[in-house]
């Protein structure tokens, strides 16, 4: 399980992403996440082998096809798909290797740690950011909305 401590190293010294199943449907998460973390400061390259431009990004089909250094792999892919990410992560010399909620894979996190890889599993860099950095505020967090003291009552 990833410390704050490197949440928060990773996520102030990683700036090009590399998204790995990266969708241009604004409904599903991997839009949000990518639409977030461009507002926030970093490069978000899209890794989809089916579409050219993403959030106003050039897609590669994979990895090894981008041709830039990137420093994080985030991957919205299934668990069981990620070793062979890994291994491109490791090939194109990425700092860190992160899988998104529900996405744990071990052999994964060998490979990629063995390289010298950071490893993140089953989190989302949109709410570790927020978290962390602050404007966690999708769910009323932070907007004052949410409060533990009760609202005046009105005499009418």
Known sequence: ?????????????????????????PHRPSYFVGKYLQEHGFQVV???PVKKEILGEQCYPTLEDIPF??????CFRRSELIPPLAHSAVAIGAKCLWMQLSVVNEEAKEI?????????MDRCPKIEYARIFGGLNSAGVNTKIISSKRPRQINL
Request: hydrophobic fraction near 55%.
């Open 1 to 25: 399980m990833a410390d704050v401590t490197l949440l928060r190293k990773v996520l102030t010294e990683n700036k090009v992403i590399a998204m790995v199943g990266l969708s241009d449907k």
């Open 46 to 48: 899209p890794v989809n």
């Open 69 to 74: 250094q990137v420093d994080m792999v985030d």
């Open 112 to 120: 990629a740690e063995a390289a010298g890889l950071d490893v993140v």
